[in-house]
């Protein structure tokens, strides 16, 4: 069974930077895609970044391209979301995902994840 535990988040003042990681555990994840989405309270779930476990592709959400970089850790099964130049729009419950076999065609859709970690708060101020 496949789980994602999630660390990181918290606080953090306009223009600072907060990391996030991902420890994923219970398959081989060389065909996986592993990345983040998010959601603010009375908005859709956004899909912030993808990392593909094989080759290390990687796409970001276009609100937070140029300020965000994901990172994978093969050996250890952990990815990691660095966020800087912060906004107070980027506020939100930031949840960890994998999924087997993604393609570019349904990475943005949130049901082509099956799995999710248990998320984790990301409070910006101005």
């Known amino acids: 069974q496949v789980q994602l535990v999630e660390s990181g988040g918290g606080l953090a003042q306009s223009g600072d930077s907060l990391r996030l990681s991902c420890a994923a555990s219970?398959?081989?994840?060389?065909?996986?895609?592993m990345g983040w989405f998010r959601q603010a309270p009375g908005k859709e779930r956004e899909f912030v970044a993808v990392?593909?476990?094989?080759?290390?592709?990687?796409t970001f959400g276009d609100s937070v391209k140029g300020r965000f970089s994901i990172f994978r850790d093969k050996a250890k099964n952990t990815a990691a979301l660095q966020m800087t130049s912060l906004k107070p729009e980027d506020t939100a419950v930031y949840s960890c995902?994998?999924?087997?076999?993604?393609?570019?065609?349904?990475?943005?859709?949130?049901?082509?994840?099956?799995?999710w970690g248990q998320g984790t708060q990301v409070t910006v101020s101005s």
């Open positions: 995902v994998a999924a087997k076999d993604l393609t570019i065609m349904n990475m943005r859709n949130p049901a082509s994840y099956a799995h």
């Open positions: 219970g398959d081989d994840f060389s065909r996986y895609a």
């Open positions: 990392i593909w476990w094989n080759n290390g592709a990687m």
